[in-house]
Nanobody, 122 residues
C-alpha cells in the first residue's frame, strides 16, 4: 500500500512559478513509476508528467515540455513538479500517482493522492 499527499498548490499570476510536492507513506515509492495528472472542472483527468522508478526517464505532455520539471527523491519518498511560465489554462487540481510502469494513462496507476489546487490568474 502507498499513501500519497500533495502540497504546494496555490494562486499565482500568469508567468509565475510553483513547486508541487508529493509525500508518500507506507510502502516505499522507490520501486514505482510516479506521475502527475491534473483535472480542471468539467474536464477529464489529464496527464502532465511522469518519471521512472530510477528517476532516469521522464516523460512530459507536449504543453508542459520546457516549462515543467518532474523529479523524485526516493530516500525521502517524495516526488516533485516544478512549474514555470504558468498559464491560466494550467489551472486545475493536480494529483500525484504511483504505478508499476511509466505511463501517460491514468488507468495504469494504482495509487493516487487527494490533489492540490493550482490557480493561475491572468
Amino acid at each position: 500500500q502507498v499513501q500519497l499527499v500533495e502540497s504546494g498548490g496555490g494562486l499565482v499570476q500568469a508567468g509565475g512559478s510553483l513547486r508541487l510536492s508529493c509525500a508518500a507513506s507506507g510502502r516505499t515509492v522507490s520501486s514505482y513509476a510516479m506521475g502527475w495528472f491534473r483535472q480542471a472542472p468539467g474536464k477529464e483527468r489529464e496527464f502532465v508528467a511522469a518519471i521512472s522508478w530510477s528517476g532516469g526517464t521522464t516523460y512530459y505532455a507536449d504543453s508542459e515540455m520546457g516549462r515543467f520539471t518532474i523529479s523524485r527523491d526516493n530516500a525521502k519518498n517524495a516526488v516533485f513538479l516544478q512549474m514555470s511560465a504558468l498559464r491560466p489554462e494550467d489551472t486545475a487540481v493536480y494529483y500525484c500517482a504511483a504505478g508499476s510502469h511509466l505511463s501517460d494513462y491514468a488507468r495504469t496507476y494504482d495509487y493516487w493522492g487527494q490533489g492540490t489546487q493550482v490557480t493561475v490568474s491572468s
